[in-house]
């Protein structure tokens, strides 16, 4: 297991925008199969991290039957830009036709979505097939996510070998991989709830 820390920089811009095409047209493909579920069991917990904040998943999104044999966890963090009060809920409800934003990138497995902490920051907690998937799918988002978030909010770690559902049962096992890490905004610390 190793957590490893990106700045973050994007894919030149042609290449993020094929990305995203190719992922838009696997979205479509796998929506067809019928293998996208948005499975309603995780809904309502809420996760804990080491900074003291929290979010409540309100959604979780899943490729059924997809593979992953090199785990990789995924955490990406966010504040909109010019969003408010009300407009977080807007926000939760739209933010189900950014699906083909991420689901059809190789290697998704798994995303539960987290509504803003206490300072309006957002969170997907990923289950990744490969760490160097992940950071693709990172760098090629980076773009969509400038578009409309705080520039200096948009972050993300990609923890390898690690599969999410164990994390989500055992937080602590992240304290072993970056211990006393200063920026804990990731660093699961526990998980409440249903």
Request: with cysteine; hydrophobic share 50%; net charge positive.
């Amino acid at each position: 297991m190793s957590a490893e820390w990106s700045d973050g920089a994007p894919l030149p811009l042609g290449r993020a925008v094929v990305a995203l095409v190719r992922c838009a047209w696997t979205t479509l493909v796998l929506s067809a199969r019928r293998a996208i579920r948005q499975p309603s069991e995780r809904v309502g917990q809420v996760l804990r991290f080491d900074d003291g904040t929290g979010g409540r998943v309100y959604r979780e999104t899943t490729v059924t039957g997809a593979a992953c044999d090199a785990p990789a966890l995924l955490v990406v963090a966010f504040r909109l830009r010019w969003v408010r009060g009300w407009g977080h809920a807007l926000f939760r409800a739209e933010s189900i036709l950014n699906t083909p934003l991420f689901v059809g990138f190789p290697g998704f497995v798994s995303k539960l979505w987290l509504a803003h902490d206490e300072h309006g920051v957002y969170r997907g907690f990923y289950q990744w097939n490969d760490a160097a998937l992940a950071d693709a799918y990172v760098r090629a988002l980076s773009w969509v996510l400038a578009l409309v978030s705080v520039r200096d909010s948009i972050r993300h770690v990609i923890v390898a070998g690690v599969h999410r559902d164990d994390v989500l049962a055992e937080p602590a096992m992240l304290e072993a991989i970056a211990p006393g890490q200063q920026s804990a905004w990731w660093r699961l610390t526990s998980v409440e709830g249903p």
